[in-house]
């Protein structure tokens, strides 16, 4: 049984690669674990996973940058997700907005569902497919979903496990927070190492 990281971007883990020693493809076979580097947002997302997930693998990781709500969050902090929301999928009705939930066609809210303990933060996060920038939207999901953390990739992979009832843990490296867009005040870079050295640790205490 081996373990599945999965992340978007290969920048997101440079640092792995490097250490590892592991060529610039997207699909990594190594001898206790192997890399998924699925693409940005759900859909790509869930293509790697329909690809790639099976049976063989005892726990996923998915790891990889996001943006957070929480002023009081310092950027390049790590957070263990546990709880992610597909934000954007229902219906508008007037001003008020209808989760597939409540619409009778499934779920929104799916959650980690593994039993290692890892010494990081818990949080919430939403996964969306236009990362915020507009402080009217900020505000309405803040007001609807008081989320503390957003990507575009987390609640896919925790649906895929869920279905295959396999393990899974998601971890966020904190890149920006969730504002009108600035690059100038975002510490990418320090989120990417923080997530890399985190990630090279664990996987070498689980083997």
Known sequence: MKTLIVAATKAELAYFYQHYHLAEDDFIVDKNFDVVISGVGMVATAYALGKHLSGKYHLVINVGIGGTFDKSIALGTLLNITQDTFAELGAQNGDTFLSIAELGFGEEVYHSNNSIAINLPTATAITVNCVSGKESHIKALITRLNPQV??????????????ENIPCLQVRGISNYVEPRNKANWEIGLAIKNLNNWLISFISEMN
């Open 150 to 163: 957003e990507s575009m990739e987390g609640a896919a992979v925790f649906y895929a496990c869920k279905k």
